[in-house]
Protein backbone atom coordinates (compact mmCIF):
# COMPACT_ATOMS: atom_id res chain seq x y z
CA UNK A 1 0.00 0.00 0.00
CA UNK A 2 3.04 2.35 -0.31
CA UNK A 3 1.98 3.33 -3.88
CA UNK A 4 0.17 6.41 -3.36
CA UNK A 5 -0.34 6.93 -7.20
CA UNK A 6 -3.95 7.08 -8.34
CA UNK A 7 -4.95 3.30 -10.56
CA UNK A 8 -6.79 3.36 -13.60
CA UNK A 9 -10.11 3.13 -11.93
CA UNK A 10 -10.61 6.98 -11.59
CA UNK A 11 -14.54 7.45 -10.90
CA UNK A 12 -15.23 5.68 -8.12
CA UNK A 13 -11.70 6.70 -6.58
CA UNK A 14 -12.78 10.46 -7.38
CA UNK A 15 -15.92 9.76 -5.92
CA UNK A 16 -14.44 8.15 -2.28
CA UNK A 17 -11.68 11.08 -2.45
CA UNK A 18 -14.05 13.89 -2.36
CA UNK A 19 -16.47 12.42 0.32
CA UNK A 20 -13.15 11.42 2.27
CA UNK A 21 -12.75 15.09 2.06
CA UNK A 22 -15.72 16.79 2.50
CA UNK A 23 -18.47 14.78 4.19
CA UNK A 24 -17.51 14.87 7.72
CA UNK A 25 -18.87 16.82 10.85
CA UNK A 26 -17.80 19.94 10.69
CA UNK A 27 -15.87 20.01 14.08
CA UNK A 28 -13.39 17.10 13.17
CA UNK A 29 -11.53 16.78 10.15
CA UNK A 30 -11.80 14.36 7.56
CA UNK A 31 -12.61 10.96 8.46
CA UNK A 32 -9.53 7.77 8.69
CA UNK A 33 -9.92 4.74 6.05
CA UNK A 34 -9.70 2.91 9.21
CA UNK A 35 -12.50 4.66 11.23
CA UNK A 36 -14.72 4.31 7.78
CA UNK A 37 -13.94 0.48 7.70
CA UNK A 38 -14.38 0.45 11.74
CA UNK A 39 -18.34 1.94 10.97
CA UNK A 40 -19.05 -0.01 8.21
CA UNK A 41 -17.88 -3.54 9.74
CA UNK A 42 -19.77 -2.66 13.34
CA UNK A 43 -23.23 -1.85 11.43
CA UNK A 44 -23.39 -5.88 10.04
CA UNK A 45 -24.35 -4.85 6.54
CA UNK A 46 -21.02 -5.50 4.75
CA UNK A 47 -17.66 -6.13 5.68
CA UNK A 48 -14.53 -4.77 3.99
CA UNK A 49 -11.24 -3.97 4.74
CA UNK A 50 -8.80 -1.18 5.13
CA UNK A 51 -6.63 -2.30 2.13
CA UNK A 52 -9.54 -2.71 -0.10
CA UNK A 53 -11.22 0.94 0.75
CA UNK A 54 -7.86 1.95 0.49
CA UNK A 55 -7.73 0.24 -3.34
CA UNK A 56 -10.87 1.75 -4.11
CA UNK A 57 -9.90 5.31 -2.83
CA UNK A 58 -6.83 4.75 -4.66
CA UNK A 59 -8.14 3.70 -8.32
CA UNK A 60 -6.35 0.53 -7.72
CA UNK A 61 -9.81 -1.35 -7.94
CA UNK A 62 -12.67 0.17 -9.17
CA UNK A 63 -15.60 -2.52 -9.13
CA UNK A 64 -16.85 -2.67 -5.65
CA UNK A 65 -19.84 -4.59 -4.75
CA UNK A 66 -23.27 -4.02 -4.31
CA UNK A 67 -22.93 -4.38 -0.46
CA UNK A 68 -19.93 -1.80 -0.50
CA UNK A 69 -21.53 0.85 -2.28
CA UNK A 70 -24.44 0.44 -0.07
CA UNK A 71 -22.33 0.47 3.05
CA UNK A 72 -20.09 3.31 1.74
CA UNK A 73 -23.14 5.55 0.69
CA UNK A 74 -24.98 5.01 4.24
CA UNK A 75 -21.66 5.95 6.23
CA UNK A 76 -20.96 9.20 4.09
CA UNK A 77 -24.92 9.93 3.96
CA UNK A 78 -25.05 10.15 0.38
CA UNK A 79 -27.46 8.21 -2.28
CA UNK A 80 -25.83 5.07 -3.64
CA UNK A 81 -26.10 6.90 -7.48
CA UNK A 82 -23.23 9.10 -5.95
CA UNK A 83 -21.55 6.50 -7.28
CA UNK A 84 -22.46 6.44 -10.92
CA UNK A 85 -20.81 8.70 -13.43
CA UNK A 86 -24.18 11.36 -13.69
CA UNK A 87 -24.78 10.37 -17.32
CA UNK A 88 -25.51 7.05 -16.14
CA UNK A 89 -27.83 8.01 -13.60
CA UNK A 90 -31.76 8.22 -13.64
CA UNK A 91 -32.54 11.51 -15.69
CA UNK A 92 -33.61 14.81 -13.56
CA UNK A 93 -31.25 13.63 -10.40
CA UNK A 94 -29.17 16.58 -8.91
CA UNK A 95 -25.58 15.88 -9.36
CA UNK A 96 -23.16 14.92 -7.01
CA UNK A 97 -21.65 17.39 -6.00
CA UNK A 98 -24.91 19.58 -5.74
CA UNK A 99 -26.53 16.90 -3.60
CA UNK A 100 -23.98 17.00 -0.91
CA UNK A 101 -23.49 20.63 -1.02
CA UNK A 102 -27.16 20.79 -0.23
CA UNK A 103 -27.22 18.84 2.70
CA UNK A 104 -26.08 21.55 4.69
CA UNK A 105 -29.73 23.07 5.86
CA UNK A 106 -28.00 26.96 5.96
CA UNK A 107 -27.22 25.83 1.30
CA UNK A 108 -30.39 24.37 0.78
CA UNK A 109 -32.12 27.14 2.33
CA UNK A 110 -30.41 29.78 0.31
CA UNK A 111 -30.51 27.77 -2.97
CA UNK A 112 -34.69 27.77 -2.42
CA UNK A 113 -34.45 31.63 -2.02
CA UNK A 114 -32.76 31.96 -4.83
CA UNK A 115 -35.39 29.84 -7.00
CA UNK A 116 -37.50 31.57 -9.81
CA UNK A 117 -35.38 35.11 -9.50
CA UNK A 118 -34.07 37.10 -12.59
CA UNK A 119 -30.50 36.19 -14.18
CA UNK A 120 -29.45 39.78 -12.79
CA UNK A 121 -30.53 38.87 -9.34
CA UNK A 122 -28.86 35.26 -9.62
CA UNK A 123 -25.51 36.91 -11.09
CA UNK A 124 -25.57 39.44 -8.20
CA UNK A 125 -25.75 36.46 -5.56
CA UNK A 126 -23.43 35.04 -7.68
CA UNK A 127 -21.06 37.98 -7.11
CA UNK A 128 -21.75 38.56 -3.26
CA UNK A 129 -20.24 34.72 -2.88
CA UNK A 130 -17.94 35.00 -4.53
CA UNK A 131 -16.49 38.36 -2.48
CA UNK A 132 -17.65 36.29 0.57
CA UNK A 133 -15.45 33.47 -0.29
CA UNK A 134 -12.75 36.10 -0.48
CA UNK A 135 -12.87 37.10 3.23
CA UNK A 136 -13.45 33.45 4.62
CA UNK A 137 -10.14 32.29 2.96
CA UNK A 138 -7.98 32.42 5.67
CA UNK A 139 -4.63 34.30 5.13
CA UNK A 140 -1.02 34.52 6.72
CA UNK A 141 -1.16 36.98 9.58
CA UNK A 142 -5.15 36.69 10.50
CA UNK A 143 -6.96 35.29 12.79
CA UNK A 144 -10.57 33.85 13.02
CA UNK A 145 -12.63 35.39 15.64
CA UNK A 146 -15.13 32.97 17.84
CA UNK A 147 -18.70 33.16 17.70
CA UNK A 148 -20.50 36.62 18.18
CA UNK A 149 -20.91 37.61 21.82
CA UNK A 150 -24.69 38.83 22.98
CA UNK A 151 -24.79 42.66 23.09
CA UNK A 152 -23.55 43.65 26.78
CA UNK A 153 -21.19 40.78 27.61
CA UNK A 154 -17.64 41.89 27.72
CA UNK A 155 -15.79 44.04 25.90
CA UNK A 156 -17.77 46.55 24.03
CA UNK A 157 -16.17 46.40 20.56
CA UNK A 158 -17.38 45.28 17.44
CA UNK A 159 -19.31 41.69 17.79
CA UNK A 160 -19.78 41.25 14.00
CA UNK A 161 -18.31 37.68 13.39
CA UNK A 162 -16.46 38.79 10.59
CA UNK A 163 -12.65 38.29 10.39
CA UNK A 164 -10.33 40.27 12.16
CA UNK A 165 -7.81 41.27 9.83
CA UNK A 166 -5.63 43.69 12.22
CA UNK A 167 -2.18 42.51 12.84
CA UNK A 168 -2.12 43.45 16.44
CA UNK A 169 -3.61 40.78 18.45
Do not use: C
Not at 129 to 143: E, F, K, Y
Amino acid sequence: MADDTPGPGGFIASRLDLLFRTAHPADRGPYSIAEVVSAINAGGEATISVGYLWQLRKGHRDNPTYKHVLALARFFGVSPMFFFPDEDAARGAVPADAALALKDDAVREIALQAAGLSERSLQVIRDMITSVRGLDAPRPGTRRRTAPSAVGEGDSGSHDGLTDRSSSA
